[in-house]
């Protein structure tokens, strides 16, 4: 009997188990990486903001391209009666519910809310007609929601501007008490007042509830984020986010609740550089500070995923492949000859090189060109053309086989200074040290002649024996670069020889593995 008796008690733990309810703080870890689906279900009508209708299949690339949870802005106005009893379109409510669920059998988490609603938010908006009817949208979206699975998340309002702290302090408590009464333990996110930033968050009044998180957004520093001027990178720039994370991850650590970063970019319009730096730097310290995040993304002017043909550009690399161990810090500049220098911060020893990547064309894929020793900051690219942009990332392997990528930085390949005065200075014959060195498993060798001759550059063993040819042939007067790819050899010292005509000369090299 005893048997019988803890037996059954095992399995009512189990089933409880089985069906625990997801707290805030499984919640907001269970967020992870997020992105948000914009311009679409807060638009007047589906797809008249130019995106277009949601499909299956965009949850599916969300999904397989790394995010754990997608937000769904939603604006309920043009759906819903304007008189009591303030009926939400059944047709339009089907619609939302089809979508969530396409998101929810996905394994994502899934956010929606109550986006734009500027019926209510005006200024002198917030009467007992307008309330009356926001109190009946979120009665009828929580009672048809309510038996989802706690992976699907409410959010009050998105960015109660410009309504007073005193309106929307009564507006989250009041909305969270009509959720409550069908759904009493799904996790809800609120706000504080005007663009929901983060000083607004710190400063709002906590709703009296168990199952919260708080949100905030940045586009900051403006006007960069949101009009697209200016720069970002400088370390104030830098400091200035930091400082906003520490402030919000001080906020949750002192009322024990969790945070996301639910809206946040920068305009495609912006400094290219100073965007790539504005995504990798935010999305390292959300990482620093263990805060979720939504990045904003609305197939216009914070557009990184082609929805019509399923693609993304490098943001999303970004978004996903950040890590606290990814080099930071990127600068770029020209070195002689055409060449183009890249500086960096290394934020791991774990690694065994860093991967240097390149493309040429802003729709291209990265492609690795080079490999350098883990403690390496710097590379120099001699294998430019000037006038031909050039992008640049880097990527280095971490524990559990993870690949922390840097951000990308570009730029357009010119003459120096330097190397315009030797395009004007007589060609001599000169054998250049190879870059990188050590260098595994590529490096580049370059040279120079003043004459139509034979050349040779061959590789060498510490005991002199060849071991491989780089180039043999003829080459008219003028400098040239070749890499010798040593994926093959063993670590070790080589000395590689350029042999033109009577000249010769001989340099020493390091492969390390």
Known sequence: ???????????????????????????????????????????????????????????????????????????????????????????????????????????????????????????????????????????????????????????????????????????????????????????????????????????????????????????????FGLIGTGTYGSSTDINTTIQKFTQV????????????????GAMDTSDYNSRMCYYGTVTQQALAHNIPFQAWEDGGQFKFYNRADHTWNEVKDILIHTYKESPNKLTISAAANTSIKIQWKNNTSGSDSIVIERKVSPSANFVSIASVAPAATVFIDTTTSAGTAYYYRLSVNVKDSIIAQSYPIMMTAKLTATSVAAENAPLRYQLSDNYPNPFNPSTTISFQIPQRLHVTLKVYDVIGREVAVIFSGELEAGSYTRQWNAAAFSSGVYFYRLQAGTFSQTKRLVLLK
């Open 1 to 223: 009997m005893k048997t019988i008796v803890m037996t059954a008690l095992m399995l009512v733990c189990i089933t409880m188990n089985m069906n625990a309810q997801l707290s805030p703080r499984d919640a907001a870890k269970a967020m992870g990486r997020g992105i948000n689906m914009g311009n679409t279900l807060e638009s007047p009508y589906e797809g008249s903001w130019g995106n277009p209708a949601v499909v299956p299949s965009n949850f599916d690339d969300y999904k397989n391209a790394g995010f754990t949870c997608v937000r769904l802005p939603i604006t309920w106005d043009k759906h819903t009666g304007a008189a009591p009893p303030y009926t939400i379109d059944p047709v339009w409510l089907n619609r939302i519910d089809t979508i969530v669920n396409w998101g929810l059998s996905r394994g994502l988490i899934i956010i929606i809310n109550a986006h734009h609603e500027s019926w209510l938010k005006a200024a002198g908006a917030y009467t007992a007609a307008n309330k009356e009817r926001f109190d009946s949208i979120w009665s009828q979206v929580a009672t048809r929601f309510k038996d989802k699975s706690d992976s699907l998340l409410f959010e009050v309002i998105n960015e109660p501007y410009p309504m007073t702290s005193a309106n929307v302090t009564d507006l989250n408590a009041r909305i969270i008490s009509i959720m409550r009464k069908t759904n009493p333990t799904r996790v809800v996110l609120f706000s504080g007042y005007q663009y929901s930033n983060s000083a607004e968050l710190v400063a709002a009044v906590i709703p009296i509830d168990t199952f919260l998180i708080g949100y905030y957004h940045s586009y900051d520093p403006y006007p």
């Open 249 to 264: 991850a001080s906020w949750s650590s002192l009322h024990n609740k969790p945070v996301t970063l639910s809206e946040f």
